[in-house]
């Protein structure tokens, strides 16, 4: 749609910016919390960037109070941030451990003396090791009951400061690397079965935990983040048009319908049943996932890239299980579906180093998608970008990443003008972090972290990048001067 002059975005719009626990906190082994599959997943070689861990990440475990003191300087109005399930329940479902249950309620405690308001993810993918240990994990269904446990014990200790809740970070993308291409802990390939009775598993704790949610803090507000990769038919061709629905229903929508809807598309389903890969679904599932549907408050979206669909034949390519993680630009590779789609690039759009196409028009697709299909509320919970960043006497000019933020925020904005109702935007990520497959030296943030892949490098200093300054002024003006 074309509008003469745009509305703006709204008065209590929350500019925000994100990270997660495994990639910022370090610490560990410290404070009784537990190893997760992270801790150790990064220790099999050859599974991330030059071997690079979260064992010190950038610190953020005893540097939160200054991580907090330049988002208030900023004006920063919210911070999405992810619990560490190891450290409130170090054995998965054994004792819960007060002292990591006390960093998060400092941390809380911290951002609301600040007035930034906490925005929680209950799971950004680092799991007790002992549950994989106990059980495999995810692949089993007795994780619902201990990711409800684990879940119920944050709500009842912090949903008296905390009322946005994130449920799940990117089932589609945990899953995926997971069980799929093996490049996630627990490093399983081309397990298609296992990947869909995973996610399975996934949305019963999701749809469990939004109840019970619900039942402890009816005000609260809960969602899960979903990766929302759009994509554009390759051309006009019927089949290749065909190929983007067969992408959307069994890559975007299979998760997007589940938390909207609380039922998986019909097509889907079809596909799956015709190839013996339909998970094993309970009696009671069905109502527990319409109910959670019901109760559901926004739509997450963390949203990166668009992608292109195309028809690709019986005998065509498969997935390559690769990935740009060094950032040597043209390195990635063309996967797919057989019989149904692959991802060629698309030669209208940028690409990051990582060859990530810049695409700011796909975020305002995905809000105006999820708009008509789901009428949710949005929120935008990541989007960002990955660069290699230069120090030079304690500056850091990054106009590359304010060009991204702006160009995406203005799609935002018309976004807000279409009707789409946005409640916060997001940023990743606040600090530099770890990027788990890539290491350090893909950084986002609007804060530079002192330090390189090696784990003893660099003071963990903090400087502020050009962007901080920018994304100040962007909050100050509620986005109508970026
Ligand atoms: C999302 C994740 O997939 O994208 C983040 O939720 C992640 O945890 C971010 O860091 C960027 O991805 P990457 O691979 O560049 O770190």
Not at 380 to 398: P, Q, R
Not at 438 to 447: D, P
Request: hydrophobic residues 35%.
């Amino acid at each position: 749609m074309y509008f003469e002059k745009s509305k703006g975005f709204p008065k209590d719009f929350l500019w925000g910016s994100a990270s997660a626990a495994y990639q910022v906190e370090g610490a560990w082994n410290e404070d009784g919390k537990g190893p997760s599959n992270w801790d150790e997943f990064v220790r099999i070689p050859g599974k991330t960037f030059k071997a690079t861990t979260g064992d010190k990440a950038v610190d953020h475990y005893h540097r939160y109070k200054e991580d907090v003191a330049l988002m208030a300087e900023m004006g920063l109005k919210t911070y999405r941030f992810s619990i560490s399930w190891p450290r409130i329940i170090p054995d998965g479902n054994g004792e819960v451990n007060e002292k990591g249950l006390q960093f998060y309620d400092d941390l809380i405690n911290e951002l609301v003396k600040n007035n930034i308001v906490p925005m929680v993810t209950v799971y950004h993918w680092d799991m007790p090791q002992a549950l994989e240990e106990q059980y495999h994990g995810w692949e089993s269904r007795r994780i619902v009951d201990d990711f409800v446990r684990y879940a119920k014990v944050l709500f009842e200790r912090y949903s008296d400061r905390v009322k946005h809740w994130i449920i799940m970070n990117e089932q589609n993308v945990f899953t995926g690397l997971g069980w799929n291409a093996g490049m996630h802990p627990p490093g399983k390939v081309d397990d298609q079965k296992m990947f869909y009775q995973v996610n399975h598993h996934a949305f019963m704790a999701h749809a469990k935990s939004v109840i019970a949610l619900k039942e402890i803090c009816p005000d609260a507000k809960v969602g899960s983040s979903f990766a929302f990769t759009p994509a554009y038919a390759f051309d006009r061709k019927p089949e290749n048009a065909m190929a983007k629905m067969d992408y959307d229903d069994l890559e975007n929508f299979y998760w997007m319908d589940m938390y909207a809807y609380g039922r998986y598309p019909r097509a889907a389903r079809a596909y799956l049943e015709s190839k013996d890969l339909m998970p094993v679904i309970e009696d009671e599932d069905e109502e527990i996932l319409k109910k959670a549907a019901s109760l559901i408050d926004f739509m997450g979206v963390n949203y990166y890239r668009t992608c292109v669909a195309e028809y690709n034949p019986i005998d065509g390519v498969g997935a390559t299980h690769e990935m740009n993680t060094t950032g040597k630009k043209g390195t990635a590779k063309v996967q797919g579906v057989p019989g149904l789609y692959k991802n060629p690039a698309n030669e209208f759009l940028p690409t990051t180093d990582w060859d990530w196409t810049i695409d700011p028009m796909g975020l305002r697709m995905c809000c105006r998608q999820i708009t008509s299909r789901y009428d949710l509320p949005i929120v935008i919970s990541e989007n960002g970008l990955g660069a290699f960043d230069k120090f030079e006497d304690g500056e850091i000019h990054d106009p590359y990443r304010i060009d991204y933020l702006k160009h995406h925020i203005e799609e935002l904005k018309k976004a807000c003008d279409d009707g789409c109702r946005v409640l916060a935007y997001c940023t990743w990520s606040y600090t530099d972090l770890l990027s788990w497959l890539n290491g350090y030296q893909k950084r986002y943030g609007f804060v530079y972290v002192d330090r390189e892949e090696d784990e003893n490098s660099g003071t963990l200093n903090r400087y502020k990048k050009d962007s901080y300054y920018w994304y100040k002024h962007v909050i100050e003006t509620n986005g109508e001067e970026l």
